[in-house]
């Protein structure tokens, strides 16, 4: 069975740091384009970052180039999305996604699977 879980979040000082996961069972990430998405209560679900089947190439979205960084580790079967310079409306659930193509899209409704989301709370 084909799972994603997230893990990672938490509460933390504006211009703090997270660093959220996502490990799979059941199949192999390499072979999947990943993508991170987060949901702030009342909003739609908004594309933050994603990575490349196999090659590994990355995209963000522009409220958080330079930022987070997205990185996956096939040994572990897990990616990673590190959040930096944490800001109030970063405050969010996030979710990771899994879709079977090699080019990943900042876009929910090409992804196939998703985790259940961990909680992202920016606050002083």
């Known amino acids: 069975q084909l799972q994603l879980v997230e893990s990672g979040g938490g509460l933390v000082q504006p211009g703090g740091s997270l660093t959220l996961s996502c490990a799979a069972s059941g199949f192999t990430l390499d072979y999947y384009a990943i993508g991170w998405f987060r949901q702030a209560p009342g909003k739609e679900r908004e594309g933050v970052s994603c990575?490349?089947?196999?090659?590994?190439?990355?995209n963000y979205a522009d409220s958080v180039k330079g930022r987070f960084t997205i990185s996956r580790d096939n040994a572990k079967n897990t990616v990673y999305l590190q959040l930096n310079s944490l800001k109030f409306e970063d405050t969010a659930i996030y979710y990771c996604?899994?879709?079977?193509?090699?080019?990943?899209?900042?876009?929910?409704?090409?992804?196939?699977?998703w985790g259940q989301g961990t909680q992202v709370t920016v606050s002083s």
């Open positions: 990575i490349n089947a196999y090659d590994g190439s990355t």
């Open positions: 996604a899994a879709d079977l193509t090699v080019r990943c899209m900042l876009v929910a409704g090409a992804y196939d699977y």
